[in-house]
């Protein structure tokens, strides 16, 4: 088994942080993928988020064709 999750960050920063961290790493990601990551975090929570990274232009939203809602830092290829 792989170590534990590690817990959501109780604050604000530290939150926007882990999500940017997250698509950095990923390329892109669902608000499902940060409730895989992190323990305690539901994925309404992280789907506001990522929406928020979207709207202060950290982020762009990315819509599949059968309309899966995922996000990729802004700047950065979508990767296949």
């Known amino acids: 088994k792989r170590g534990a999750k590690p817990a959501w ?3 604000l920063p530290a939150r926007v942080v882990a999500a ?9 990601a669902r ?5 895989e990551r992190f323990k305690g975090v539901k994925a ?3 789907e506001k988020l990522l929406e928020s990274l979207a709207a ?5 939203e990315v819509v599949s064709q059968g309309g899966t809602r995922a996000w990729r830092l802004l700047g950065r290829e ?3």
Do not use: C, Q, S
């Open 9 to 11: 960050p109780k604050d």
């Open 20 to 28: 940017r961290d997250l698509l950095a790493e990923a390329g892109m």
């Open 31 to 35: 608000a499902e993928d940060l409730v």
């Open 44 to 46: 309404a929570e992280a």
């Open 56 to 60: 202060v232009g950290v982020a762009i």
């Open 78 to 80: 979508a990767r296949a």
